[in-house]
T-cell receptor, first 110, second 113 residues
Framework: KNEVEQSPQNLTAQEGEFITINCSYS?????LHWLQQHPGGGIVSLFM???GKKKHGRLIATINIQEKHSSLHITASHPRDSAVYIC????????????FGKGMKLTVNP | AAGVIQSPRHLIKEKRETATLKCYPI?????VYWYQQGPGQDPQFLIS???????DKGSIPDRFSAQQFSDYHSELNMSSLELGDSALYFC????????????FGPGTRLTVL
């Protein structure tokens, strides 16, 4: 079983829809990242969370440490939001590592 | 603001050849991380450096080596390339091993024919 699981794996939405991407993890973490990867490979860090909720523009990220779960919400989705969204957790302990989920491919149609 | 720079952005090599990928961290960042992302795969941590010393090692093959130089840029050297080495290699940088705040580069796409 992967340490970081994302769902769904693929999602197609219509422009304007509200989108939720989920991430569950099974290890102790000190932080969780939501990353965006566009075709061509470049990765952009959207949020880094260790508790609660963060908002940036149309994006909202939440984390529940007790339930080991995080969600990324996109409001009023737009075709330019089409990308792969990756959840990555920073493991606790002496050797901190980023462990990545497999990502969720989002396609927003006009 | 300056970001992480990787070169080249694309590289095509034959089997058994060698390749060198370069990563230039954000100014004043002293820690560099290397990741490998195979087609359709999630990124895997390879190796990291802090202040020119290896700080952590992941699933890096013995055929690969890396180092960090005095200007903090890092190079990933890959020898005896195999078809399975075809992947996106990206690096990230941070300050003082702040693993939680990594800034990612655009990646180098290596294709081994």
């Amino acid at each position: 079983k992967n340490e970081v699981e994302q769902s769904p794996q693929n999602l197609t939405a219509q422009e304007g829809e509200f989108i939720t991407i989920n991430c569950s993890y099974s290890v102790g973490i000190s932080a969780l990242h939501w990353l965006q990867q566009h075709p061509g490979g470049g990765i952009v860090s959207l949020f880094m969370l260790s508790s609660g909720k963060k908002k940036h523009g149309r994006l909202i990220a939440t984390i529940n440490i007790q339930e080991k779960h995080s969600s990324l919400h996109i409001t009023a989705s737009h075709p330019r939001d089409s990308a792969v969204y990756i959840c990555a957790v920073l493991t606790q302990g002496g050797s901190e590592k980023l462990v990545f989920g497999k990502g969720m491919k989002l396609t927003v149609n006009p | 603001a300056a970001g992480v720079i990787q070169s080249p952005r694309h590289l095509i090599k034959e089997k058994r050849e060698t390749a060198t990928l370069k990563c230039y961290p954000i100014p004043r960042h002293d820690t560099v991380y290397w990741y490998q992302q195979g087609p359709g795969q999630d990124p895997q941590f390879l190796i990291s450096f802090y202040e020119k010393m290896q700080s952590d090692k992941g699933s890096i093959p013995d055929r690969f080596s890396a180092q960090q130089f005095s200007d903090y840029h890092s190079e990933l050297n890959m020898s005896s390339l195999e078809l399975g080495d075809s992947a996106l290699y990206f690096c990230a940088s941070s300050i003082r091993q702040r693993t939680d705040t990594q800034y990612f580069g655009p990646g180098t796409r290596l294709t081994v024919l």
